[in-house]
């Protein structure tokens, strides 16, 4: 697809848009905002534009589609698809100034708050009227809660408390032609005309830029027990996961962890130390929480039955605010400290949580097979593992040609076991060439429509979600 | 828009696709297949195919497209909006045929059914495994689930557990093309694309026919606690409704019905008794659920202690399964109780739960200005208030002219709340003209231009959800 360059004229007419001070054409921005978290990516937008209001936006798309001008919207700029990449160049439009939490309803359950907002802002704020926004993806600390609903993010928390789209009431967006209108509405239940609120979650900026957001929140929880259980065998670990469910508990975190994982973070974090034997192959980091103490309690040792059915080491319940903030500061720390160690490119893999250990054998198959290595880590208990392909000493010519392949085995993989490509970080720039696996032609037609129904112009975003080929 | 009407050599073709003795054209079947439970409606379809594969279904759908013949996908026909009625005639699609649960999946804690299973039949199919499937519209001994996943279906559970869609991992579709496809994977959370799932959820027939869907469900439990509280005011128990979510509990019901709907109730069924104060107004239902009953007792000591800041009567504790079924049945029999009462409209309202007490007043007052008196009932927890306006002694003229009116009035009242037309009983046919109150042009021509994507002939279900002058 062809874009128009932005010319002087242009760029005059964006400044009158969002005023001097908001408009960016230096190097240093232009670079600081034409990068994510996706591998060593920098694509600068040719300016970077800080609006401050929904109709700011508005006159922006309005003039971006008439002109034919790329726009990527940016948030946290954490991405992990490559989402946030102004690969044409173009309008790299930050959300930066939208950071304020409209209103948190404490009659409803519900917050009203600007995309912009850092995920942990968010729920530390809810949290301070005795409410709980569940979703806590591992960048919790620096996304913004707009990028949260972009890829619907998940977290730790999702297997029991839902992901990002099932918390989204509402969104105040603003289409390329630069109407503003709401989705839907703020309940919590709605059967009124096609769900335009859940196209837009997910939409990867491909759509519209949303300006506001209406969530539902739960009444907080008071108490939980964090475990770590250490396994003599991943594949067993994984197997556990599915048994866990089956004894009927929920908790509201199981993680896994390779050992690689834990041993290249225990180097890269400070101040968390464990001793774990050289055995150990890889770990569950359970949670369970609720307001009441005792049942918590019979809930883990139910686990802890569990669990001793396989070959473990001794568990470690958490017995202090200190442990659990440290064995989470671990967890959330694996993916900065995997990618630290090398060069490395990052899969999403899900599939049903039972498929698991299939997934993870199948995995390591395929690696030895193209001859890369992998460390695994994720979200178990929903199905979702990441799997961080190392470059190592892996020559140039090797990684360019060999794990392209090897990756597209991996998601074939997934699919064949009802899975699919993404369970939380979208598709974005990365992992687009590899959608045909998940969807046949009459999927990504539709998908390509819906597309051209809200951007005729075909200027959001461009170039990612869809394989180039669908794109054009 | 213009139909072609079926003659006898497409008759013969749709016969060669079913097989004879799964199309009928007596005016018995015809009449049986050409209502819901929506006011006093019958159209006719001129055929009803009952097919029994998702392959006869694509050969249907292609045969309409080509030949511009409308299809009515037709479920338990317990519909409230009058989405299965052929209001155009054609083919009435019966789903009767896809009558399977393909497969309860342990060890993902998922079912894979068809559509044409009745809601209750799975719900005690998964029961009888130890999990559980929460939405339990009122009509479940009769709906189908595939109904439910075209209406995204609630029921008195939504408020803890979620609505339909909260539930639906993965759609087998056919498309107005004839192209068979799935639209997701069978996954806890998914980033892959636009969501195509949740699309389908609610779009009420009008996009393609759901031939498998794949569910989540969760552990059952084990035990609940269900109260019945009497109400001195009626406002007063809605009230009461918000305080309850503050005070940190989330019940698994939150029922409100109206002094006039239990009074009708306990004529209309058999062997349920209730002794009532002449001066109570109102009524809540409350359950919690769980499966530790100290925590069950504890939770309905502190809901208690909340309504009883409230002017009410001596709380009822069902002390038996006996007892509670009864109260489960007057609650579920309501609905009809009113309707065989008098001649009705039935609007499916929803709100923030806050909005309950001024929406409710609300209702009246336009009750009041344009003359028809009203029995409101439904599921106060999540803010989903059942209007049935009864016709009584009003004039059919007053009926014809004022209804509408009072009808506007009060959707424009939800949504100046921040609530929408209908919580879980779809748009369909009787609500459409009201969609302009809840969404502007722009909203409108996306849901056009989604539902010409999918369906660029124009045959499924023609006549729904979109207003007629955006149907054209």
Redesign the interface.
């Known amino acids: 697809m062809e874009f128009t360059e932005l010319n002087t004229q242009m760029i005059a007419r964006l400044e009158a848009i969002v005023g001097r001070s908001f408009l960016f054409l230096d190097n240093e921005t232009r670079n600081d905002y034409g990068h994510d978290e996706t591998e060593d990516y920098v694509f600068p937008p040719a300016v970077v534009l800080k609006p401050g209001t929904p109709e700011e936006i508005s006159s922006i798309l309005k003039f971006a589609s008439e002109n034919h001008i790329p726009v990527t919207p940016i948030g946290g700029r954490t991405g992990l698809s490559g989402g946030a990449l102004s690969i044409h160049g173009g309008i790299g439009l930050s959300m930066d100034r939208f950071n304020n939490i409209i209103h948190i309803?404490?009659?409803?359950?519900?917050v009203i708050t600007e995309p912009g907002v850092i995920t942990h802002n968010l729920r530390e704020a809810v949290a301070e009227k005795?409410l709980f926004y569940p979703p806590d993806p591992s960048s919790l600390g620096s996304c913004f809660i707009g990028g949260n609903v972009a890829?619907?993010?998940?977290g730790a928390r999702?297997?029991k408390y839902?992901?990002t789209?099932?918390y989204v009431l509402?969104l105040e967006v603003v289409?390329p032609?630069g109407?503003i209108?709401?989705?839907?509405?703020?309940?919590?239940?709605?059967?009124?005309?096609?769900?335009?609120t859940?196209?837009m979650?997910?939409?990867e900026g491909t759509l519209c830029i949303v300006t506001k957001i209406v969530m539902k929140l739960?009444?907080?929880n008071t108490h939980n027990v964090l475990m770590l259980v250490p396994f003599y065998d991943e594949a067993e670990a994984c197997e556990a996961v599915?048994k866990i469910?089956?004894a009927?508990?929920?908790p509201s975190a199981l993680e896994f962890m390779e050992r690689d994982a834990i041993d290249w973070t225990l180097k890269f974090v400070d101040g968390v130390n464990l001793d774990i034997k050289p055995e150990i192959k890889a770990h569950l980091l359970i949670e369970v929480d609720g307001?009441?103490p005792d049942?918590l309690f019979?809930e883990a040792e139910k686990i802890a039955t569990v669990v001793e059915q396989f070959r473990i080491d001794e568990i470690l319940f958490a017995d202090s605010e200190e442990q659990k903030n440290a064995l989470w500061k671990l967890r959330r720390a694996v993916g900065e400290a995997v990618k630290s160690n090398s060069v490395y490119k990052e899969e999403?893999t899900?599939?049903?949580?039972?498929?698991l250990p299939t997934l993870l054998k199948g995995i390591k198959a395929i690696g030895k097979k193209y001859g890369f290595s992998s460390v695994c880590y994720g979200?178990a208990g929903?199905?979702?593992l990441h799997v961080n392909i190392v470059k190592g000493d892996m020559t140039d010519e090797a990684w360019k040609s060999e794990v392209p392949k090897g990756i597209r085995e991996i998601f074939e993989l997934t699919?064949s076991l009802?899975?699919?490509?993404?369970?939380?970080?979208?598709?974005g720039y990365v992992q687009k060439n590899y959608?045909d696996i998940?969807?046949?032609p009459?999927?990504l037609r539709?998908?390509k429509?819906?597309?051209e129904?809200?951007d005729p112009s075909g200027i959001m975003n461009p170039g990612k979600?869809?394989p180039d080929w669908v794109n054009g």
Chains 1, 2 share one sequence.
């Open positions: 309803d404490e009659n409803n359950l519900q005795g890829e619907n993010a998940g999702a297997l839902g992901v789209k099932d509402n289409l032609t109407e209108i709401w989705t839907g509405a703020n309940t919590l239940k709605n059967s009124t005309g096609y769900n335009l859940q196209l979650v997910g939409s739960l009444p907080a599915a469910f089956n009927g508990i929920t307001n009441f049942v019979a999403d899900v599939v049903p949580r039972y498929e979200h929903d199905g979702n699919v009802k899975g699919t490509l993404s369970g939380e970080h979208g598709i959608m998940a969807f046949g009459a999927q539709l998908m429509a819906i597309k129904a809200f979600v869809l």
